[in-house]
């Protein structure tokens, strides 16, 4: 049987699957999104992990790229749900897709607002939510959910406190008995993790199942996934990548004799059990869990380190995925890095992160990483950000990239904090108090680290340059991927950053790009008749995109038919999002494609000479 007629049996029968296992799950046609072609059928938006890999249903590697749908769930003003109304998740979905250049969110959940009285899910609270993931999945966007808390809960904090948390509804604080809550003399939020005793002794209690709220929260989570798999139609549910249980766990405190590494063992990894067990009742046993680690596990101060990375969780496999958080608290501090970043400056936190997941025999995420755009240390985010999707690409630096592309590692999956259209534009009551009423940044402990806003006419902008958020990135390959950049020349402030010019030891190739942005992929494929595909950035127009392949050289590639080895297709969803599909049906070959907005109208000769370069280039380093 073709591979291609393989492909389109196994949609149907992830179709069909879907059915029988759903009740009440409406059926969707294979090519119900605008945009779809032949292999975007169910079988391509299922996800699974293997090999160490995120993979679809026709075996291609997959890459999950975007942003945390968001912080607004952790305000009261929109009810704990990320947007006022359906037509802002559609608003802000589309955005996401054309201007962020997302294909994946990570979508907050608020337990509060689930089950705001023991035992009573909020039936209203779980349609509404769905109902805003729906605008997602309508946009082509892949969603992993997530149970968020920070500080465990608000109803911790007093109405005039300096700060506030989410999580927790008001009846699990209630059940306790804790102190007064202070964070003493606290920089910043994160501080009252391990400093505020109220914040301690209550996640403890999580922790311990102390008045059974453990259990309760398990039960709500099974309750949530349930609902929402019977709420999806069998198209949208298979574009659901899976479910991140708890967000930043942390202990509170540590018995006697425990520590960082043993609590992960006999506590959090228990837990996590626990929580795979309901997501298989609900109807979710094809799909990974994103479990986190301790919190601190990789955390870039060294007296806030602690061991942890779920050591000893032993093979996670395919129903596991580690997902972990970055954030250079050296750089956020204002203290511990006076300047800014550098090129590969996370290159070995992100390898770490390669690493754990690989030892775990599993794929990883990155399901937090930002930098706050406004306050003292806001003049970093160009280059802190830079540097983070730097290391997510690959695992060199630039200055290295091109002397030995076979070390570049996976391409890391990662969504960044955060996509908040109200940025700005808030009105949070801060811990209920009228007040203290919050319009400015994220609206949350003096945060501001939301990518987009709306303008005066109520349009989504981004807040941070396009070159760098709207990034040219292999969503999917067709085979393994083998080595991947891209040099997004993003600007800080008037500076272009370019971290990895191409060599001169290749001049047609560098006059090719010349000040352009440039990616580059090298893949050994596989044999299947399903295209590679890399998201391409706005920037990248019909007219400027220009290709340099073994698998042909064109300037202003042509529109997909089915075959073509180098064409364009738009992205499913109907964002205006577009894509590069590279066919190549042999299978162990080693393929290569230069993508670059840097040529106007490049000569036939010149796409020649570029092409003899880098032939002769990717056979001598990574054939």
Not at 298 to 311: M, V
Not at 424 to 429: A, G, I, S, V
Request: hydrophobic share 40%; with cysteine; glycine share 10%.
């Amino acid at each position: 049987m073709a591979k291609k007629a393989r492909a389109r049996l196994l949609g149907v029968v992830v179709l069909l699957c879907g059915l029988l296992t759903a009740a009440g799950a409406q059926p969707a046609a294979a090519d119900g999104l605008p945009g779809s072609l032949w292999f975007d059928e169910p079988a391509a938006a299922t996800l699974t992990v293997a090999n160490g890999r995120f993979t679809d249903g026709l075996g291609r590697e997959v890459v999950l790229r975007g942003y945390n749908v968001s912080g607004e769930t952790k305000l009261e003003e929109n009810g704990g749900l990320p947007f006022a109304s359906v037509a802002d998740a559609r608003k802000s979905a589309t955005a996401l897709r054309a201007l962020g250049g997302g294909n994946t969110v990570r979508f907050l959940l608020s337990w509060a607002h689930a089950e705001p009285a023991r035992g009573q899910v909020d039936t209203a609270y779980l349609a509404a939510a769905t109902a805003q993931m729906q605008a997602f999945l309508a946009a082509g966007i892949r969603v992993f959910p997530d149970w968020h808390q920070d500080l465990h809960s608000r109803h911790l904090f007093d109405e005039d406190s300096w700060y506030t948390g989410d999580g927790a509804p008001q009846w699990v604080v209630e059940a306790g008995d804790y102190p007064k809550e202070s964070c003493g003399i606290c920089v910043l939020w994160g501080q009252n993790i391990t400093q505020n005793e109220a914040v301690k002794q209550a996640s403890y209690d999580f922790w311990h199942n102390a008045n059974g709220v453990q259990d309760a929260f398990l039960a709500t989570a099974g309750t949530t996934m349930r609902y929402i798999r019977e709420h999806l139609s069998t198209a949208e549910f298979a574009r659901v990548a899976g479910f991140d249980p708890y967000n930043e766990p942390y202990a509170g405190s540590y018995d006697s004799g425990q520590t960082s590494r043993t609590w992960e063992r006999d506590v959090l990894w228990p837990f996590y059990v626990k929580f795979r067990a309901r997501m298989d009742t609900a109807g979710w046993q094809a799909k990974p869990a994103f479990v986190e680690p301790n919190l601190f596990w990789n955390a870039n101060l060294d007296f806030q380190r602690q061991e942890g990375g779920l050591l000893d969780a032993g093979t996670l496999g395919s129903r596991y995925v580690f997902n972990t958080h970055f954030y250079d608290q050296k750089a956020i501090s204002g203290i511990f890095m006076w300047g800014k970043a550098e090129d590969g400056q996370y290159a070995g936190d992100f390898g770490t992160v390669r690493d754990r997941a690989a030892a775990a025999g599993t794929t990883a995420v990155v399901g937090e990483f930002g930098h706050p755009l406004a306050g003292t240390v806001a003049d970093k985010a160009p280059t802190v950000l830079k540097a983070m999707y730097q290391a997510l690409d690959s695992r060199l630096p630039g200055s290295s990239w091109w002397s030995k592309p076979a070390g570049s590692g996976t391409v890391l999956s990662g969504t960044q904090w955060q996509w908040d259209i109200y940025n700005d534009r808030h009105h949070e009551l801060m811990n209920g108090n009228p007040d203290k009423v919050l319009t400015t940044g994220d609206a949350w402990n003096d945060e501001d680290l939301s990518a987009v806003g709306l303008d005066d006419a109520g349009q989504p902008v981004l807040h941070q340059d396009a070159r760098l958020l709207d990034r040219l990135y292999p969503s999917a390959t067709a085979g393994t991927a083998v080595a991947f950049t891209f040099e997004d020349r993003s600007r800080d402030g008037s500076t272009t950053l370019t971290w990895n010019p191409v060599p001169t030891s290749l001049p047609k190739t560098a006059q090719l790009v010349g000040q352009g942005q440039y990616g580059l992929l090298l893949w050994r494929s596989d044999g299947t008749d399903a295209p590679t595909e890399l998201h391409l950035p706005a920037s990248f127009t019909a007219s400027a995109t220009t290709v340099v392949s073994d698998l042909g050289a064109t300037a202003a590639p042509p529109a997909y038919t089915e075959g073509a080895p180098v064409a364009v297709a738009a992205e499913p969803g109907g964002t205006a999002a577009r894509r590069l599909l590279l066919t190549a049906p042999d299978s162990g070959t080693l393929h290569y494609a230069l993508v670059t907005n840097g040529a106007s109208a490049p000569s036939a000769s010149l796409l020649s000479a570029a092409r003899d370069e880098l032939t002769a280039w990717a056979a001598a380093k990574a054939g």
